[in-house]
């Protein structure tokens, strides 16, 4: 299996439109790594992990191939994870030489409404896109071939914001944005399950959150507690992602900080494959 990740910051991307800290202001002056679009992430060639406002960014610049895209996994209704407009671009009017596949879009009920007021204004999407609700604990099997299991997070309730396991084969991820410390009934249903790569939310950098969104001493605590129960072990890939600006961070000083506790630090177009 192979995840590239095409954004990488929480809603505002770094450097943020408007602002002048000193965080956003070191990514204008080094750029590379520093620049960070809103999260996206594609597993192999074929499903894909949300879909923000930078995904035509993300197509145009560094190379997501949308036409592969079979299956869409959106986490929940923040603006930075569900831009749904560009989804219907995937029709007649938009696209020529489609493949012959419905693109198939999961999300909870929050999403489900905001895709159906979105599509009202594209007659006939659904010959082209197909939406499927999911609730949390249901497991599916994507027409691409993955397993997928969808998880609570704790994030933006009441809304019913989703976290997925995604396996192929004898491997699998788990992708854990957005969230605090996961939800109790999420630590009883991971209970025997095994990662070979766990995509961790770390929005607070230093900051000690531990609900909503994690910094590092939260993802810290995650870690140990997937470590004891043998979800994780030394060669799983440990990746920090979806960060926001704060202090004088930079990509660099958080892999200095990070790297040597055994983390990845993922950028735009970063790839991590086992
Ligand atoms: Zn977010
Ligand atoms: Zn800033
Ligand atoms: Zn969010």
Not at 70 to 86: A, E, G, K, R, V
Not at 107 to 113: F, Q, Y
Not at 140 to 154: K, M, Q, R, S
């Amino acid at each position: 299996m192979k995840i590239t990740y095409y954004g990488t910051s929480a809603s505002e991307a770094w450097p943020a439109l408007f602002c002048n800290c000193e965080a956003c202001n070191l990514a204008r002056k080094y750029g590379g790594k520093n620049i960070r679009t809103r999260s996206q992430a594609l597993v192999d060639t074929s499903l894909l992990i949300d879909f923000p406002p930078d995904t035509n960014y993300h197509a145009q610049r560094l190379h997501l191939d949308l036409r592969m895209v079979h299956t869409l996994l959106i986490t929940h209704s923040h603006h930075d994870h569900f831009f749904p407009y560009d989804i219907f671009m995937r029709s007649a009017n938009f696209a020529s030489d489609l493949p012959k596949f419905r693109l198939s879009v999961y999300g909870n009920g929050t999403i489900e409404k905001r895709f159906y007021e979105a599509a009202e204004l594209y007659d006939g999407f659904d010959k082209f896109v197909v939406f499927y609700k999911l609730e949390p604990f249901d497991r599916i099997c994507t027409e691409d071939g993955y397993e997928v299991t969808a998880l609570p997070a704790d994030h933006n309730q009441p809304e019913k914001s989703l976290m997925y396991m995604i396996r192929r084969g004898a491997k699998q991820i788990l992708y854990a944005h957005d969230t605090g410390i996961f939800p109790a009934c999420t630590w009883d249903y991971l209970e025997g399950e095994r990662f070979n790569l766990v995509s961790f939310d770390c929005t607070a950098l230093s900051r000690g959150w531990k609900q909503g969104h994690m910094g590092f001493a939260a993802v810290d605590e995650v870690r140990e507690r997937l470590r004891r129960m043998d979800c994780i072990n030394p060669d799983t890939i440990l990746v920090l992602n979806h960060f926001a600006h704060f202090k004088d961070y930079t990509h660099e000083k958080i892999c200095a900080q990070e790297n040597p506790k055994g983390y990845e630090v993922a950028y735009d177009g970063c790839v991590y494959e086992f």
